[in-house]
């Protein structure tokens, strides 16, 4: 089986229909796997984080497969052009989110919710934005809480909020977190903020335009608040391999 | 209309399906209800219309109901027959039901019914697959919903968000099949995408449907952007939409092809993402659209033009 062909055919063996297809499956997934893993290699001086990198790349390659042929490159050397471009996607995320852990702004892309240097009417303006964090904190985070249930408890899901708030405002560091909750900084203890945060604001952010279409405030001030949502609840806390 | 008004409706109506309670058509199939008021003819109107003399024909009021255009289908209010008109585009033809009328497959090959407002009564819009949707016409207002006519998905409880609909659950279940969902893991994902091996045909072509409409509403904001036509809200935020429900569909596409089905999505799809590829291939450089997903969707394929706008799309 050639690269291209292994793209076209990688999806989860364990989904397959039949035994077939999943030895076809298990025998894509390797090829994509070795490749991404030689490529992270040449370029990624770290082995532990090319192995990370590759089977992060290849698990995620194979969930959005089996790909049609006109959605995927023809020739190996296109195959291993669009899989270097998902490693290079990659780490560029990683290394972003790292150097912003440290504080580096200018890879933070989001200007925050209101540009204060665009119009005379400062004062305007930072009160839509005192109103909109007293919607979002005071009504929507409390009213989506009430509706968490599951794996994510109401109290975890209002303490990952106000701890991505925190870490957005810099009233609080990592560090600071990690050893408040855990006694020391440790890179399990790190993922654990990772994935609660992670799963704190995607419930939040799936769950803002429904409260918003119900809520029907001024069309400003909708979007006010939603880019106040998406600047301050913002990853901040990166996988574990970084602490 | 009650619940058991509208589980005796559907049985009546279509008959080929599964009743109510069994697989297919349980009570999350059917959507929350909207009222759409009917227009009061004006005192003047009344006072000075003259039938019989009109030259051109009457432009029908536009009516807006999420229901019916979750399933293709246009309305228009015509004030001289005080009838709703209902029209859709020759690939989704459908057709209309009353109680106790016997439908069959053929009868759903149509793209423009009335439904007179005159009298009170119930009635049904379906495809040859099944049902789309069903409506009672009241005295003052036509009350619709929408049917998503197939089981629910297996899709973990951290998951489920309480208030979804059957819609929003098949959509979840495709991003929980490519693991976008960040609270479901791993084994969560095969159930997901072995779903629709188990259920009929017809159930897998109604969502193959609803995925079409909702491909076309994303290649009409496409070319709106292509053009340089406005959009309703901030250009970042309405790309960040187009994306997200670009890639929904994405997942049903999965879905769909997992089962061996989806080839009409499959085609739908290769001309809107290539119109997506041309809109983002010339996306302007200090407008930034990035979250979590999109990220996402640019690491798991690096070809789809509806990743993050800060990484790199191969051009295929």
Redesign the interface.
């Given at each position: 089986m050639t690269i291209a062909e292994a793209l076209r055919a990688v999806?989860?063996p364990?989904?397959a229909?039949t035994d077939d297809e999943a030895r076809v499956r298990a025998a894509a997934l390797e090829i994509v796997y070795i490749e991404l893993h030689r490529l992270a290699r040449s370029r990624v001086g770290d082995r532990t984080e090319a192995e990370d990198v590759a089977s992060?790349?290849a698990?995620?390659?194979a969930?959005?497969g089996?790909r049609?042929a006109?959605?995927?490159?023809p020739t190996d050397g296109?195959a291993r052009?669009?899989l270097w471009?998902?490693i290079?996607?990659?780490m560029?995320?990683r290394h972003r989110v790292a150097r912003r852990e440290q504080g580096d702004d200018d890879l933070d892309?989001?200007e925050g919710a209101v540009d204060l240097t665009d119009h005379a009417e400062v004062e305007e303006r930072m009160a839509l934005l005192t109103q909109a964090q007293q919607l979002l904190y005071g009504e929507a985070v409390p009213a989506i809480a009430r509706?968490t249930?599951?794996?994510?408890d109401r109290d975890g899901f209002l303490t990952a909020v106000q701890q991505m708030r925190a870490l957005h405002q810099r009233s609080l560091t990592l560090d600071a977190l990690l050893v408040e909750t855990d006694g020391q900084v440790t890179a399990a203890g790190r993922n654990r903020l990772y994935?609660q945060h992670?799963?704190a604001?995607?419930?939040l952010?799936?769950?803002l335009p429904?409260w918003l279409e119900g809520r029907r405030l001024d069309s400003t001030l909708d979007?006010v608040l939603?880019r106040l949502a998406?600047t301050e609840l913002?990853?901040r806390v990166t996988r574990g391999a970084g602490a | 209309m009650t619940t058991e008004q509208i589980e005796a409706f559907l049985a009546q109506a279509f008959p080929g399906q599964p009743l109510p309670g069994q697989s297919g058509l349980d009570a999350g199939a059917v959507g929350d209800a909207e009222r759409l008021l009917l227009p009061e003819p004006q005192v003047d109107e009344a006072r000075t219309s003259r039938p019989g003399v009109a030259i051109v024909p009457p432009a029908l009021l536009h009516v807006r109901s999420d229901a019916l255009e979750a399933a293709g289908i246009e309305a228009g209010f015509d004030e001289d027959t005080r009838a709703l008109v209902l029209t859709a585009s020759a690939h989704l033809a459908f057709g209309l039901a009353e109680p106790g009328q016997l439908r069959t497959s053929g009868d759903a090959g149509g793209t423009r019914f009335q439904v007179p407002t005159d009298r009170a009564h119930a009635f049904g819009v379906w495809s040859a697959a099944g049902p789309l949707a069903i409506g009672s016409v009241g005295p003052r207002a036509i009350e619709l919903r929408v049917v998503n006519a197939w089981p629910a998905p297996p899709l973990?409880?951290?998951v489920?968000?309480?208030?979804w609909s059957r819609w929003h659950a098949t959509m979840a279940a495709g991003r929980v099949?490519?693991?976008?969902?960040?609270?479901a893991t791993?084994a969560d994902?095969?159930p997901a995408?072995?779903w629709l091996?188990s259920v009929t045909a017809d159930q897998r072509a109604l969502i193959e449907r609803f995925a079409i409409v909702r491909l076309h509403a994303i290649e009409s904001q496409l070319l709106r952007l292509q053009e340089g036509l406005g959009v309703d809200?901030?250009l970042d935020?309405a790309w960040q939409s187009l994306c997200w429900h670009r890639d929904d569909v994405?997942g049903l596409r999965?879905l769909l092809?997992?089962a061996?089905a989806g080839q009409t999505l499959?085609t739908a799809v290769?001309g809107v993402?290539d119109i997506g590829r041309a809109v983002r291939f010339s996306w302007p450089s200090d407008i930034?659209v990035?979250?979590?997903r999109l990220?996402?969707v640019?690491?798991?394929?690096?070809?789809a033009w509806w990743?993050?706008t800060?990484?790199?799309?191969?051009w295929?």
């Open positions: 999806a989860p364990a989904a229909d992060t790349l698990y995620q390659i969930s959005t089996p049609d006109d959605r995927s490159p296109q052009a669009y471009t998902a290079r996607n990659r560029v995320d892309r989001f509706e249930d599951g794996r994510f994935k992670e799963r604001r995607t419930r952010l799936g769950a429904a979007q939603r998406a913002a990853s | 973990p409880a951290s489920v968000i309480a208030n099949a490519r693991g976008f969902e960040p609270d791993e994902a095969i995408r072995r091996r809200q901030q935020f994405e999965v092809r997992e061996g499959a290769r993402d930034d990035h979250d979590e990220q996402r640019s690491e798991a394929d690096p070809g990743g993050s800060r990484r790199q799309v191969v295929l």
